[in-house]
């Protein structure tokens, strides 16, 4: 039983930062590319960031540079610190391998609320 675990949202000011989590259990975590998604109400689900298997990471252009995707292998959980943030931050972040994510590997998410 695959399970993907976030956690470490909460409500920051603009500005501010989080760090958030996903645990990893039922899949050999480190043969996977994996990517943060996100999504606010109405919206579709965005991929914003991405780490392969050896760590190299890309980003789309309204977060480079104020998010950074890490990986912890020993540990099956991949990381991802958010600096700067923005009201249009605001989502629930979801992670899930890439290119491929799978629909029974969503979990929870954890919401990130950004105030101006």
């Known amino acids: 039983q695959v399970q993907l675990v976030e956690s470490g949202g909460g409500l920051v000011q603009a500005g501010g930062s989080l760090r958030l989590s996903c645990a990893a259990s039922?899949?050999?975590?480190?043969?996977?590319?994996m990517g943060w998604y996100r999504q606010a109400p109405g919206n579709q689900r965005e991929l914003v960031g991405t780490?392969?298997?050896?760590?190299?990471?890309n980003y789309i252009d309204s977060v480079k540079g104020r998010f950074t995707i890490s990986r912890d292998n020993a540990k099956n959980t991949v990381y991802l610190q958010m600096n700067s943030l923005k009201p249009e931050d605001t989502a629930v972040y979801y992670c899930?391998?890439?290119?491929?994510?799978?629909?029974?590997?969503w979990g929870q998410g954890t919401q990130v609320t950004v105030s101006s």
């Open positions: 899930n391998p890439v290119p491929s994510p799978r629909r029974g590997y």
């Open positions: 039922g899949i050999i975590f480190s043969r996977y590319a």
């Open positions: 780490i392969t298997s050896g760590g190299i990471t």
